[in-house]
């Protein structure tokens, strides 16, 4: 059974920068297949960053220049570094399989808080 631990997460001034890390066990599947989601208040859960191969990456717009997908496969964890960071960056982070379900299971996420 897959289980997916997201951590890195804190509070930080805007354009300040955080990693987070998501380790990831018990997963029949590559880490390239893995991509960072967010959740903000009272909004939808969005992609942001995503393997499309296992040499590039794509990001959402608002989020292209500033964050970049990692992984370590020897570890099992997959990584995103956020530089610049916006107080619109506010919101849960979680990774998961580019085919995770809403009502799929998720981890418990990594609160990420920018101050303007």
């Known amino acids: 059974q897959v289980q997916l631990v997201e951590s890195g997460g804190g509070l930080v001034q805007a354009g300040g920068s955080l990693r987070l890390s998501c380790a990831v066990s018990?997963?029949?599947?590559?880490?390239?297949?893995m991509g960072w989601y967010r959740q903000a208040p009272e909004k939808q859960r969005e992609l942001v960053a995503a393997?499309?191969?296992?040499?590039?990456?794509n990001y959402a717009d608002s989020v292209k220049g500033r964050f970049f997908i990692s992984r370590d496969n020897a570890k099992n964890t997959v990584y995103l570094q956020m530089n610049s960071l916006k107080p619109e960056d506010t919101a849960v982070y979680y990774c998961?399989?580019?085919?995770?379900?809403?009502?799929?299971?998720w981890g418990q996420g990594t609160q990420v808080t920018v101050s303007s």
């Open positions: 998961n399989a580019l085919w995770a379900r809403p009502d799929g299971y």
């Open positions: 018990g997963s029949i599947f590559s880490l390239n297949a």
């Open positions: 393997f499309t191969t296992p040499v590039s990456a």
